[in-house]
């Protein structure tokens, strides 16, 4: 009889062991889910007047959506150097930025004339391995800017003239290639750039961002807002 209730009494702690577990695993909070991580962000100015400044408002409201301003970095060049070297530079850009965050991709936003130089890079020197997504905002996609927006002698500036040679080999073929994905946004008020269309890009998700200037497309927020959806 004390056998038999010595085995009821074990049994019974176990069941009451069980259920406390069980209880317990239950009442848990469950851990919380980790914020997805963003790829770096490069961007690229344009505007020959222009410079990494441009980007100052942008980034900041980055910075508030809770993106790690370590990994949103702007880039500065030689705007009146041919569009094919300042490509030769994004590639260190993007290798120094993917060497600081430890990311394997970038993102790399870019306006006006920067779009096509960082096409240049994606088409021709082996960016599209490096980047996930890309973003042009009122980028001169197919020129169509005017010389008065910067000395004809300058070899940025002849690249940027419609029918260029530099923008007849970057146009030709397909116009977003690679595994990179492809975001143009564009106004149909856009005083740089005659026509408005020249900002499209086959391929993209192209954007119409209403009727605003050339510089104002940057600073938009509901620009802002459609940059961080293409990068996220």
Same mark, same amino acid.
């Given at each position: 009889?004390?056998?038999?209730?010595?085995?009821?009494?074990?049994?019974?702690?176990?069941?009451?062991?069980?259920?406390?577990?069980?209880?317990?695993?239950?009442?848990?909070?469950?851990? *919380?889910?980790?914020?997805?991580?963003?790829?770096?962000?490069?961007?690229?100015?344009?505007? !020959?007047?222009?410079?990494?400044?441009? !980007?100052?408002?942008?980034?900041?409201?980055?910075?508030?959506?809770? !993106?790690?301003?370590?990994?949103?970095?702007?880039?500065?060049?030689?705007?009146? #150097?041919?569009?094919?070297?300042?490509?030769?530079?994004?590639?260190?850009?993007?290798?120094?930025?993917?060497?600081?965050?430890?990311?394997?991709?970038?993102?790399?936003?870019?306006?006006?004339?920067?779009?096509?130089?960082?096409? !240049?890079?994606?088409?021709?020197?082996?960016?599209?391995?490096?980047?996930?997504?890309?973003?042009?905002?009122?980028?001169?996609?197919?020129?169509?800017?005017?010389?008065?927006?910067?000395?004809?002698?300058? *070899?940025?500036? #002849?690249?940027?003239?419609?029918?260029?040679?530099?923008? #007849?080999?970057?146009?030709?073929?397909?116009?977003?290639?690679?595994?990179?994905?492809?975001?143009?946004? $564009?106004?149909?008020?856009?005083?740089?750039?005659?026509?408005?269309?020249?900002?499209?890009?086959?391929?993209?998700? =192209?954007? $119409?961002?209403?009727?605003?200037?050339?510089?104002?497309?940057?600073? $938009? *927020? #509901?620009?802002?807002?459609?940059?961080? =959806?293409?990068?996220?």
């Amino acid at each position: 009889m004390g056998s038999f209730l010595a085995r009821a009494r074990r049994v019974r702690a176990v069941v009451v062991m069980a259920v406390c577990t069980l209880a317990a695993a239950v009442a848990l909070p469950a851990a *919380p889910a980790q914020a997805a991580a963003h790829d770096p962000v490069l961007f690229v100015h344009g505007v !020959w007047t222009d410079g990494p400044t441009t !980007w100052t408002d942008m980034i900041a409201d980055f910075e508030r959506e809770g !993106w790690d301003p370590a990994s949103l970095q702007m880039m500065n060049y030689n705007t009146a #150097q041919s569009l094919e070297d300042s490509a030769a530079e994004v590639v260190d850009e993007v290798a120094a930025l993917r060497a600081r965050t430890g990311a394997a991709k970038v993102d790399i936003v870019a306006h006006s004339m920067g779009a096509p130089m960082v096409r !240049w890079y994606l088409k021709f020197l082996g960016g599209t391995q490096y980047v996930d997504d890309f973003v042009s905002i009122a980028g001169g996609n197919h020129g169509g800017i005017g010389t008065e927006f910067c000395a004809p002698v300058q *070899p940025s500036c #002849q690249d940027m003239l419609m029918y260029s040679p530099f923008l #007849q080999a970057l146009n030709s073929g397909d116009e977003t290639p690679g595994p990179t994905t492809y975001t143009a946004l $564009w106004s149909s008020c856009d005083e740089f750039l005659n026509p408005d269309s020249t900002a499209l890009l086959d391929g993209a998700d =192209n954007i $119409w961002a209403g009727c605003l200037g050339h510089v104002t497309m940057v600073n $938009w *927020p #509901q620009n802002f807002v459609r940059t961080e =959806n293409a990068v996220a």
